[in-house]
C-alpha cells in the first residue's frame, strides 16, 4: 500500500480516504531473537481476526538490529506488516561512524522511517536542521518518513499546544521535494510513557491544525492525503477515542506495542464500541 491508492485526479479531495496506519515503535527493546518471536505471534493474533491489512495498515519499528530477522520473516511467511526504523541518517554512505544509511534501509525493505522523535531530539540533541536531513534522506532512499512533532510539558506551559509542533511541521517539510509521501505522528512529550495520554478532542485540535499548516505549505490535496497520527501512551482502552477524530489516521505506540497481544488489539480499533 503506497500512500493513498484514492488519491488520483478524478478523485474529488473531499472523498480521499486516509488508510489508518497502527505503527508500533518498539524503541530500545526486543533483541533480533524476542523480535522473530513476537512478529510470529502479532501475525497470528491477526491472522486469527481475520485483520484486513488493506483497511488498517500495520507497521512495526524494530531496533536495527532486528531488522534484517524481521524482514526475512515477513518475506518467508508473506505476512503484509510493513516495517520500519526507529531513525536514518542525514547522509548518504561514506564516513559516518555509528550511522545507518537510507539506502541500507531500503535494501531491507524498510517503508517508514521515524525522524524526530522526541527521545531524540532531547536524548541525542537532533535540531530541526538534523530532522529535515534525515526526513529528506529517507525520501530520496523511496522511503517514507515519519516526522515526529510534539510540546514538551513547558511549551505547553509557555506556547499551548500547536506552536512547537507547528514550527517542527515547517521544518521538517522544508526539505521535501514536491509530491513526497510522508507521515505526521503528533507526540505532545508530556504524554509519552506517562499513561496520560491527551485528551482525544485536544489531539484532533492540533491535529487539525497541523493538516490546515500542509495545506498551506504545500497545497490542500498534500493536506488532505497526509496521515497524521497520535503518539503517546496509547492503549487498546483508549485508542478508539483517537481513531474517531476527523484528523487522526492512526497511532504511533510506544510501551503497548511490545505487547503482541495488547498491539494487536490496538490494531482491530474498529471492534472496539462507537467506532465505524
Ligand atoms: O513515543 C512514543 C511512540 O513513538 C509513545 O510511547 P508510549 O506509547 O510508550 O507513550
Known sequence: MSGNPQQSAESPRDRVERVPLIAGNWKMNLDHL?????VQKLAWSLKDARHDYG????AVFPPFTD??????????DKLALRLGAQD?????????????AAAFLAKLEVRYVIVGHSERRHGHGEDDGVVAAKAAAAVAAGMVPVI???ETADDLEAHGSAAIPHAQLEAALGGLPPE???VIAYEPVWAIGS???AAPEQAQ??????RARIGELRGEPEATATRVLYGGSVTSQNVAGFLKQPDIDGALVGGASIDADEFSRIVQFRKHVGVV
Open 67 to 76: 531488522l534484517r530477522s524481521v524482514q526475512t520473516l515477513l518475506a518467508a
Open 34 to 38: 524476542q523480535a522473530i518471536a513476537h
Open 205 to 210: 485540535e492540533v491535529a487539525s491544525l497541523l
Open 88 to 100: 536514518v541518517s542525514p547522509q548518504p554512505v561514506g564516513a559516518r561512524t555509528g550511522d545507518v
Open 195 to 197: 499513561g496520560s495520554p
Open 180 to 182: 513526497a509521501e510522508y
Open 148 to 150: 515526529c512533532v510534539g
Open 55 to 58: 483497511s488498517v495498515e500495520v
